[in-house]
């Protein structure tokens, strides 16, 4: 433990400065958070192993989703209309598009439901559960390089333990032209500031990769044909609800639904959507100062 990190993964720069200590996990287990002086990138240290991981993602890690209400649903629905608004505008009817690091599969389900031949990958959901959804890694031989359109990545890469290796291997899948919109949590944002450890898209261990602007920056600039159209530090699919679970921890939707034995207690759901809608003007405004909870990029293969 009094080990400090070795090389930063995005830029490779070495020792790395101690930005917070004594951060516990679920099993006894006690991470620190090493901030690179490179590119600022921030790792967790160390890095939970294998067997930890699995003890973590527990069976029911993605399983948890089947007892989605319907309020639920149709909260899911509302919070991806501008996402799916805008890949309707970009992609013909009908185009290939992965969602990496699908979890329970409810974005392919609904891209699926607009027409699209959508696919879900995740390393973390039982084989065979449908014939859309791919249990795997981004290299998996069964995804055809060159083949996908678009390749949604939502709150993926700060699990990741080689982000730069894998992003390249998923820009690979895109067809030239092909677009990723990807997002991550910003522990660059006033949220951090403000509640610390507290603060809900930490999840250490499971996140060992903590993204600033200048560092996601750092790791796209890596990858080969890549150009960045767009960025922002809010999305209507994570901002609210980061602020909200990082002031009440317990709404968490997924244990909620394993305390209640799969069911979501409607008077919780609401009160979750209620201080959503309370959460949304802080939000807003950190968004406005570049400071939001998550930093979501729209980026593009280009030819050549
Ligand atoms: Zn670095």
């Given at each position: 433990m009094t080990e400090q990190p070795g090389r930063c993964r995005i830029c490779g720069a070495q020792s790395p400065e101690l930005a917070l200590a004594g951060l516990p996990g679920a099993f006894q287990d006690t991470y620190s958070l090493y901030r690179c002086r490179e590119c600022s990138f921030v790792t967790t240290h160390p890095l939970p192993g294998e067997d930890l991981l699995l003890r973590y993602y527990a069976p029911d890690y993605w399983v948890?989703?089947?007892?989605?209400s319907r309020v639920f649903d149709l909260l899911f629905r509302a919070r991806m209309a501008g996402l799916m608004h805008r890949l309707q505008k970009a992609l013909p009817q009908g185009a290939r598009v992965l969602d990496w690091g699908?979890?329970?599969?409810a974005l392919p389900a609904l891209m699926r439901g607009k027409g699209f031949e959508a696919y879900g990958l995740d390393k973390f959901i039982p084989a065979?559960?449908?014939?859309?959804?791919i249990q795997g890694?981004?290299?998996?031989?069964?995804l055809e390089k060159g083949s996908f359109a678009a390749i949604t990545c939502f709150?993926?890469?700060?699990?990741?333990?080689?982000p730069v290796r894998d992003l390249r291997l998923a820009f690979d899948l895109l067809a030239p032209g092909g677009i990723m919109i990807l997002e991550v949590p910003n522990i660059s944002s006033l949220g951090f500031q403000v509640f610390g450890t507290r603060w809900q898209p930490l999840e250490i261990p499971l996140h060992v990769n903590h993204f600033t602007p200048a560092s996601l920056k750092y790791l796209i600039g890596q990858i080969d044909h890549l150009a960045l159209e767009k960025a922002a530090t809010f999305s209507w699919r994570t901002s609210a609800s980061s602020i909200v679970l990082s002031l009440?921890?317990?709404?968490a939707p997924g244990d909620m639904r394993r305390r209640n034995r799969g069911r979501h207690p409607l008077s919780w759901l609401l009160a979750y959507l209620f201080l959503q809608i309370g959460a949304l003007p802080f939000a807003t405004a950190e968004a406005a100062l570049n400071r939001g909870e998550v930093l979501r990029l729209w980026l593009r293969k280009y030819d050549g």
């Open positions: 948890r989703g089947k007892g989605r699908c979890g329970d599969g065979k559960v449908s014939p859309w959804l890694d981004i290299g998996d031989d069964r709150h993926l890469l700060e699990h990741l333990s080689d009440f921890p317990k709404l």
